[in-house]
């Protein structure tokens, strides 16, 4: 079992200060709590905590002739975005109501059904585009058996209560690492769904095209999928132009060959969205860390 985290007063003052604001705000109707909480996020977490400047450096690497107008204004939305994203998953019914009403795009949906009908496992990969966690709102509230696979915050006060919240839209969730991992696989050998993020950072991931530029990647979704026999199956909760509701995206199954080529097909269709919504993806992610072979051993 992994040893917890200490916690320090610095940890204990961001999560007052991240409580304060997604629970001390819940009497707010939830028409006003998101788009508030967007324009926190958008006018003052990012510009006091740096992200319009890791925005900015990001669009530096992979746009840059993208026009200066454009530029600014994706550094004030990108946040905004993402304060709208953790407002809306801790508040866990009504988030589960809007996502559950969301339009269905792509010709996935057919595949989810079959597959839980007769017990087959499925992984579905997303992205931090839209609302993570929409899809699997949505797949809960049609009758679908599916956990959720996070990342434990670096924060562990926060943490804590990220997964209350998380665990509020819908159980079972099992964090990245060991025993998580261990439960996940039982989870999923016995016909469920899980779904994770997979545009995470992975210092030791095989570098993949995204975006125009190489970036650390994980196999690991699509070797589960061959090792277990399981659908992969890309999903996206996009945000619609009201900034409260969605559309969720359930593509084709990825065809199974191999690792490598799976994965490259994840890339391009989360990239493919991207370019659409590009005021929608997470921009202050360190995606392209250490991006050549050299850097890692």
């Given amino acids: 079992m992994a040893k917890p ?51 900015r450096r990001n669009l530096d690497l992979v746009a840059p002739d993208l026009p200066p107008a454009e530029r600014a204004r994706l550094a004030r939305h990108v946040p905004g975005n993402m304060a709208r994203t953790m407002a809306e998953i801790f508040s866990g019914r009504e988030f589960v109501a809007h996502a ?32 993570y966690d929409a899809a699997r709102a949505l797949l809960l509230a049609q009758g679908f058996k599916v956990a959720g696979f996070y990342m434990p915050m670096r924060n562990p006060a926060f943490n804590t209560r990220y997964v209350a919240a998380i665990s509020r839209i819908g159980t079972p969730v099992f964090a990245r690492g060991r025993d998580g991992l261990v439960a996940m696989l039982r989870f ?15 210092q030791h991931g095989e570098l993949l095209d995204f975006m125009g530029q190489p970036a650390r990647t994980a196999l690991s979704a699509a070797e589960m999928a061959l090792k277990y026999k399981a659908l992969l199956v890309p999903v996206y909760g996009i945000r619609q132009p009201d900034g409260l509701n969605f559309s969720v995206r359930i593509e084709a199954p990825i065809p199974h060959s191999d690792p490598l080529t799976m994965t490259k097909a994840l890339n391009k269709s989360l990239e493919t969205l991207v370019r659409q919504h590009m005021d929608q993806w997470m921009w202050t992610h360190r995606r392209w860390k250490k991006n050549r072979p050299e850097d890692v051993a």
Avoid: C, F
């Fill in 5 to 55: 985290r200490r916690i320090s007063l610095r940890h204990r003052a961001q999560d007052m200060v991240a409580g304060a604001l997604l629970e001390g705000l819940r009497p707010l109707p939830y028409r006003w709590r998101i788009p508030l909480l967007g324009w926190l996020g958008a006018h003052l977490v990012g510009p006091v905590a740096g992200l319009r400047k890791r925005v």
């Fill in 100 to 131: 559950a009403r969301s339009q269905i795009e792509g010709t996935g949906l057919d595949a989810l059904r079959q597959a839980h009908a007769t017990g087959q496992p499925v992984i579905l990969v997303t992205g931090h585009l839209g609302n």
């Fill in 188 to 202: 999923l050998r016995q016909g469920g769904m899980v779904g994770l993020v997979a545009d995470h950072y992975m």
